[in-house]
């Protein structure tokens, strides 16, 4: 496993969290709810991965729920549903459309029931003590419950082809690189199986691949891409694509 040495503080990072950081450009998300359909395509699909694997479909905690659109597919599936969210802005807009939602980070989060269902789509790599961090989320899990998780993979092709100039690579916020088997042995270690672990990745159109060219230094490619997209009316296209990251379904054994 690899990991950031040396980084900020715990307060500091999770100060970054809770201002902004889904709309601003030197790290986070420059401007995360302007591709709400293609996240919530991307959710969708991630959900009918993992709910074949749900023994027991009761409640389910969403660990970074960001907009709430992993929370809303839950609910539209007959889940109760809670969250972690520790940025006010999306923080306050969950709490008016009546979602149960914590805005501590999980070292300090509590609650008084286990969850059959605990999702953390691209947050494991965040969490800033990840062996007290993974032991608290097997104890939030039911006997049999599911931890769904996406996070980078450090053995990916891109990785493989960018090396030190790898878009996944943001010392300040990512703290943790998983491979296949680095994962697989934290989550033994803290009782817990894998079901499925593949390549995973997310719904893309022309302007993320424009802004993935821009990001590795190919403008005239970008540029080429942005002028074919205007010209052949290509901006509703889209599709799913491998973007370099792991999707893991764990369940917790006895």
């Not at 709309?23 to 959710?43: C, V």
């Not at 769904?148 to 082809?161: G, M, R, V």
């Amino acid at each position: 496993m690899s990991f950031v040495n040396p980084r900020i503080s715990n307060d500091y990072l999770f100060d970054i969290y809770r201002h902004e950081y889904f709309h601003r450009k030197q790290d986070g998300y420059n401007d995360y709810e302007s591709i709400a359909n293609l996240r919530i395509k991307t959710f969708e699909k991630w959900y009918r991965d993992l709910a074949p694997y749900c023994i027991k479909k009761r409640i389910a905690l969403d660990i970074g729920c960001a907009a709430g659109y992993f929370l809303d597919i839950l609910v539209k599936h007959q889940w109760q549903v809670e969250g972690i969210e520790l940025e006010h802005r999306m923080y306050d807009l969950l709490i008016q459309k009546g979602y149960t939602i914590s805005n501590e980070p999980l070292e300090y989060f509590t609650t008084e029931h286990q969850y059959d269902l605990i999702t953390m789509f691209d947050v494991i790599e965040h969490l800033p003590d990840l062996q007290k961090d993974f032991a608290k989320i097997s104890s939030l899990l039911s006997d049999q419950g599911v931890l769904a998780i996406s996070t980078p993979n450090i053995e990916s092709l891109q990785y493989q082809i960018f090396r030190r100039r790898w878009f996944q690579f943001k010392p300040v916020e990512h703290l943790y690189y998983f491979s296949p088997s680095t994962l697989k042995r934290l989550a033994q270690d803290h009782g817990l199986r894998v079901e499925v672990m593949k390549r995973s990745g997310q719904y893309s159109n022309i302007p993320f691949i424009v802004d993935r060219l821009e990001h590795y230094g190919f403008y005239h490619l970008a540029r080429l891409f942005r002028l074919t997209a205007k010209l052949c009316a290509l901006d509703s296209l889209n599709w799913y694509a491998d973007t370099g990251s792991i999707f893991v379904i764990l369940r917790k054994v006895a």
